[in-house]
């Protein structure tokens, strides 16, 4: 990418992980992970399971706490906890496997209710927010309708325009695309790459390779609680420098 003039804070990157470390009881399940995400940029994560992929993404917006090191988002540290955790997470979206929608409430409800509760946005502006974006992923027409009256894709793509809705400056995806049929992963992950294209900070943990080569700026190929290798989409996947790397992905892309 060609080097702009940018003022500090735009080169400040937007989260930093600084000897981070995670035990589950005896498992050490991040071990001293340093890691910087700079401002728009796209970090894939892949990596073997129970390689620390998802708790890594996790402690970005404290849904798990860590044991040592630290992370800051914007320059500032996670809060412990009560009212600036809940800000910080308005500021970093989170979609995860499961939709985690309200099932008790509509599509647009759903895309409406934090703007209002959380960000205290007035809710004739939070309904016209959530319209345009759900019209945005594609499913305007399902906004009276129950999460339980659409399909898997479907919720996921609300799950977005949710965390969307909140102005994020990052989000973080946790394997968005795993719990759901083989024809609707498609939809989500063109959503995914059109905010991608559009400058939004992301950080996704996926087992889909073929978007981790067409929409990451970098690819983090984790093993055992630690980042082994990291490198472009394209140098990853066409010379893997590690042996872990190397014998992952001839398991994967020599089906």
């Known amino acids: 990418m060609t080097e702009t003039t940018v003022d500090d804070s735009q080169r400040t990157p937007l989260v930093v992980m600084s000897g981070v470390n995670k035990h589950f009881g005896a498992l050490h399940v991040l071990q001293d992970v340093d890691l910087e995400i700079a401002r728009g940029e796209v970090v894939v994560l892949i990596g073997p399971s129970g390689s620390g992929k998802s708790t890594l993404c996790r402690t970005i917006n404290r849904l798990e706490t860590i044991d040592s090191g630290s992370i800051t988002v914007d320059g500032r540290p996670l809060p412990a906890e009560g009212r600036e955790l809940a800000r910080l997470r308005a500021e970093v979206g989170m979609v995860f496997q499961s939709f985690n929608l309200f099932a008790h409430k509509t599509v647009l409800e759903n895309v409406v209710l ?122 990853f996947f066409t010379a893997p420098r590690s042996d872990r790397a190397k014998d992952f992905l001839s398991k994967i892309l020599h089906h």
């Open 114 to 235: 934090a703007q209002v509760k959380v960000r205290k946005v007035p809710r004739a502006e939070a309904e016209q927010t959530a319209r345009t974006l759900l019209d945005r992923v594609g499913v305007g027409a399902q906004a009276e309708k129950y999460p339980a009256q659409l399909s898997g894709g479907q919720q996921q793509r609300v799950a977005i325009a949710r965390a969307l809705a909140m102005k994020p400056k990052v989000m973080l995806f946790d394997e968005p695309t795993s719990a759901l049929d083989p024809e609707m992963v498609n939809e989500v992950l063109e959503v995914m790459r059109s905010l991608a294209a559009e400058g939004m900070t992301m950080v996704v943990v996926t087992h889909e390779m073929g978007f981790a080569r067409s929409a990451a700026n970098r690819v983090l190929f984790m093993a055992d609680g630690r980042i082994v290798e990291e490198n472009s989409p394209e140098a």
